[in-house]
């Protein structure tokens, strides 16, 4: 009789796990790599990469700021967790998860500090806001941010108006000889659905005239209350998508610590 012979399968790297972690990390890495390069971009544009110093010359935020941050931070994640996965290597798998986990962690500070400190929080939104009037043009990029942020949320300034009276162009001081002086830039005029052009004078002189009459030419609400209202009416929408980016943190946490499981168990088996 010839003997039968028996053969035990060992552990396995899971494939499904490993490519589809895999795809998942490519995704935010070639994300991340457009970030990084829209917002290098941006600063070659202002001149910044041919003279660093520059950047301690922005009096307020500059938003390319945040395309290099979040895209460069998702760049290394991201290309961690592809290499990791298609080399089965462990470190990389640990450090994409462990820094994942870490933002998740930071986010969720966050969250609850934003909670409990809310008036805290709001002053430091109004002293933000506040600067960048200042700066409004001294960068392009964030004067463009203010204009949106005003026409979209349909206010002006921190908490009104005369909050432009912090910069040197618009305020109403006799000293000041710009002819945007006593105004407020376009953003803050009230639209005319006939105008398919913005008028970007629209908002000289107006605050020289009285409150009341100033309401038919210029939004008069604060960009804080707006914004508060904002959440309030949309906190299910607002809610669903910090949910949705938590969920996508902790699968791909999941993903990468099921797949170190599976190396480690080959590994041992060896």
């Known amino acids: 009789m ?17 490519y589809f972690l895999f795809g ?12 990084l390069a829209v917002g290098l971009w941006a600063w ?6 041919s003279n660093i110093s520059s950047i301690t010359d922005l009096g307020g935020f500059d938003p390319v700021w945040l395309f290099i941050v979040v ?8 290309f961690a967790g592809c290499i990791g996965a298609l080399r089965e290597n462990t470190f990389l798998l640990k450090f994409f ?21 809310k008036d805290w929080i709001k002053d430091q939104l109004n002293f933000f806001i506040n600067n ?10 964030l004067q463009n941010l203010i204009d949106f942020a005003q026409e979209y949320w349909s206010c002006c300034g921190a908490h009104g108006p005369n909050d432009w009276n912090l910069n040197i162009y618009f305020n109403c001081t006799d000293s000041n000889p710009s002819r945007e002086r006593c105004g407020v830039p376009f953003s803050c005029c009230v639209k005319d659905p006939a105008e398919d052009v913005p008028n970007t004078q629209c908002g000289y002189d107006v605050r020289l005239k009285q409150e009341l009459e100033q309401q038919s030419y ?7 209350g707006q914004f508060e209202k904002w959440l309030q009416d949309n906190l299910i929408v607002v809610a669903g998508i910090f949910v949705a980016i938590a969920l996508l ?18 590994k041992a088996n060896w």
């Open 2 to 18: 010839s003997g039968k012979q028996q053969h035990f399968k060992g552990p396995e790297v899971s494939c499904c796990v490993k």
């Open 24 to 35: 998942f990390n490519i995704v935010f890495w070639l994300l991340g790599a457009a970030f």
């Open 44 to 49: 070659a544009e202002k001149g910044v990469l």
């Open 71 to 78: 895209g460069g931070i998702m760049f290394v994640l991201g």
């Open 97 to 117: 998860s462990v820094c994942l986990g870490l933002i998740f962690f930071l986010e969720l500070t966050a969250g609850i500090l934003a909670f409990v400190f």
């Open 132 to 141: 960048n009037v200042k700066a409004y043009r001294d960068d392009i990029d």
């Open 218 to 224: 210029i939004y008069t609400k604060g960009c804080v």
């Open 249 to 266: 943190q902790i699968f791909g946490i999941c993903l990468a610590q099921n797949l170190v499981s599976d190396i480690k168990a080959v």
